[in-house]
């Protein structure tokens, strides 16, 4: 088990590092999503994405009106035609989210992505929009 947060009181179930690392080192995923199960409070692995999936399938695997944290191994090619790849950070917190939803998750996050060592780009959404492909990949190349 991981360490319990005093500030949040999640801990971090030791299968999120695990895959977190198989994604980094391995590529056995395009993406995992994350949640914060309300009866352990603890972050689990709830969906992990094929590497062959798009970023399109990790947006519709998140639920409308729950928040989630989410990790997306982005491949781009930047200006110069140079092929790079970057794990991207998402917090995603919906608007129509219940309020406790929402500050349990923004409580733990910062500790979670901390937990997640070589995540290069963080994004926040609450809403599809501000989290479009064009957002994370400019996100991306501008780091």
Excluded at 19 to 28: M, S, V
Excluded at 44 to 55: A, C
Excluded at 94 to 111: E, F, L, Q, T
Excluded at 117 to 127: H, I, K, N, R, Y
């Amino acid at each position: 088990m991981g360490q319990a947060n005093a500030a949040s009181g999640i801990a971090v179930n030791d299968n999120c590092n695990q895959k977190f690392l198989e994604l980094k080192a391995k590529r056995n995923y395009r993406y995992i999503v994350f949640k914060i199960e309300d009866a352990t409070q603890q972050v689990v692995v709830e969906k992990l994405g094929e590497p062959d999936h798009k970023y399109e399938d990790l947006i519709a695997s998140l639920p409308a009106n729950e928040c989630r944290y989410a990790v997306f191994d982005l491949d781009f090619t930047t200006d110069e035609n140079c092929q790079k790849s970057k794990i991207v950070f998402i917090a995603w917190s919906p608007d129509s989210s219940r309020v406790r939803n929402k500050m349990v998750y923004a409580s733990s996050k910062d500790r979670f992505r901390k937990e997640l060592d070589g995540v290069q780009v963080e994004l926040q959404a609450t809403d599809p929009s501000e989290m479009s492909y064009g957002i994370v990949k400019e996100r991306a190349t501008s780091h």
